[in-house]
């Protein structure tokens, strides 16, 4: 796959899903969508959600379900990788979105060299730990008033499988 052009073509359970790079023109729609996701304190103002997406080293996936955006995931890349923020809009959730989004934004981590991923959630987003818990992360500490209303953090953690790149290059076996 080349990280560099237009990312994937997904289709499940006749969503018609599209996961692909983030547009400019995104931008209004992901910020509303994230309002809707997380409370006061939690959520992005404009100009955060802007700066981070901005940021060298930032990669923005956004889930397209024919012409409609179903979800998305910022995040960040280093030796150790960072999803800064993944959002499903309500309608769509629990219909593997998410995961989508996730292992998406992992293989393209992976590809820029993370060997690992961090992120932070709220102790008391019971579904975001049930998920992150289901894709492989761990706790490995607390953050104590993380966010701006005062709640704590968890910081979850998942080691991402070595590449074998000889695989990639290994011809197809015709025996
Ligand atoms: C967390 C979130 C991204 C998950 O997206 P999703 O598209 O609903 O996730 P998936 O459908 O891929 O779920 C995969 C699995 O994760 C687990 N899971 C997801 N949401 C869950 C929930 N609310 N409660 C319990 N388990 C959940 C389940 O094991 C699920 O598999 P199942 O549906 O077969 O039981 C979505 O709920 C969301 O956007 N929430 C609001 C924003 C947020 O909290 N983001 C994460 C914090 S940064």
């Given at each position: 796959m080349?990280?560099?052009?237009?990312?994937?073509?997904?289709?499940?359970s006749?969503?018609?899903?599209?996961?692909?790079?983030?547009?400019?023109?995104?931008f209004?729609?992901?910020?509303?969508?994230?309002?809707e996701?997380?409370?006061?304190?939690?959520?992005?103002?404009?100009?955060?959600l802007?700066l981070?997406?901005?940021?060298?080293?930032?990669?923005?996936?956004?889930?397209?379900?024919?012409?409609?955006?179903?979800?998305?995931?910022?995040?960040?890349?280093?030796?150790?990788?960072?999803?800064?923020?993944?959002?499903?809009?309500?309608?769509?959730?629990?219909?593997?979105?998410?995961?989508?989004?996730?292992?998406?934004?992992?293989?393209?981590?992976?590809?820029?060299?993370?060997?690992?991923?961090?992120?932070e959630?709220?102790v008391?987003?019971?579904?975001?730990?049930?998920?992150?818990?289901r894709?492989?992360?761990?706790?490995?500490?607390?953050?104590?008033?993380?966010y701006s209303?005062?709640?704590?953090?968890?910081?979850?953690?998942?080691?991402?499988?070595v590449?074998?790149?000889?695989?990639?290059?290994?011809?197809?076996?015709?025996?």
């Open positions: 080349d990280p560099a052009g237009p990312f994937a073509l997904a289709t499940m006749g969503m018609g899903l599209l996961v692909r790079d983030f547009r400019a023109d995104d209004e729609t992901l910020w509303r969508i994230d309002q996701c997380f409370p006061p304190g939690i959520s992005y103002s404009r100009q955060e802007k981070y997406i901005r940021r060298r080293g930032t990669l923005t996936i956004v889930a397209d379900s024919e012409g409609e955006i179903a979800g998305f995931i910022v995040a960040h890349n280093g030796p150790t990788g960072h999803v800064i923020t993944i959002d499903v809009v309500g309608k769509a959730r629990r219909s593997g979105v998410g995961s989508l989004l996730l292992e998406a934004a992992e293989t393209r981590l992976q590809a820029a060299g993370s060997r690992s991923v961090g992120l959630t709220a008391d987003n019971v579904g975001a730990l049930s998920f992150y818990k894709h492989g992360y761990s706790v490995v500490g607390t953050c104590s008033r993380y209303n005062g709640v704590d953090a968890l910081v979850m953690r998942k080691e991402l499988p590449r074998d790149k000889g695989a990639e290059l290994r011809p197809i076996d015709q025996s």
